[in-house]
Structure formats: C-alpha cells, structure tokens
C-alpha cells in the first residue's frame, strides 16, 4: 500500500490558466484537502519527471506549474465533514 498518493488538476482555459496538485497521506486525517496542497513544479520535482511535457508549451508550463492560489478553487465544506464523520470511520 502507498504511504501517499497525488493528484493534479489544470485548468488550461483562457483567460486565467491555472494548476495545483496535492499529496494527500494514505490514512484517516481530519486535515482539510487544502492542507495537502502545492504548486505542480513542487510535486514533479518529488516525482523526478515533467508532468504536462507535450499537453501545453513550455512558457504556459513555466506560468501554471511554478504557482498556486488556493483561493482560485472551490473546495466543499460539506465533503470535507462528510470524511471526517463518516468516511474516516469505514
């Protein structure tokens, strides 16, 4: 079993291109998602290789995958208790 896995969202629609990538611990944590959050450069260097290398050119790279604004993305509330009450106990 991995002791983590990771996920990587991006957002290449004009006008404001956007990515963020998490690496969220195999275990029960109250932890919000956000808490797990980081820039997609963050997470390749881990990995050693370069996720989106043929999907966007390299200057659209540079500008998504260096940073993240948390405050760009919705997260739910509701999903976040819906774990912690019920999904950290199964």
């Given at each position: 079993v991995p002791s983590a896995f990771y996920k990587v969202i991006?957002?290449?629609?004009?006008?404001?291109?956007?990515?963020?990538?998490?690496?969220?611990?195999?275990?029960?944590?109250?932890?919000?998602?956000?808490e797990y959050a980081m820039s997609i450069d963050?997470?390749?260097s881990e990995l050693g290789f370069d996720l989106f290398?043929?999907?966007?050119?390299?200057d659209a790279q540079?500008?998504?995958?260096?940073?993240?604004?948390i405050n760009d993305w919705k997260f739910?509330?509701?999903?976040y208790r819906d774990r912690v009450e019920q999904w950290n106990d199964q």
């Open positions: 991006l957002d290449i629609d004009k006008p404001k291109r956007k990515g963020i990538a998490f690496v969220i611990p195999n275990e029960r944590s109250e932890n919000k998602l956000q963050d997470l390749e290398a043929n999907l966007i050119s390299e540079e500008v998504i995958e260096s940073n993240y604004n739910s509330e509701k999903r």
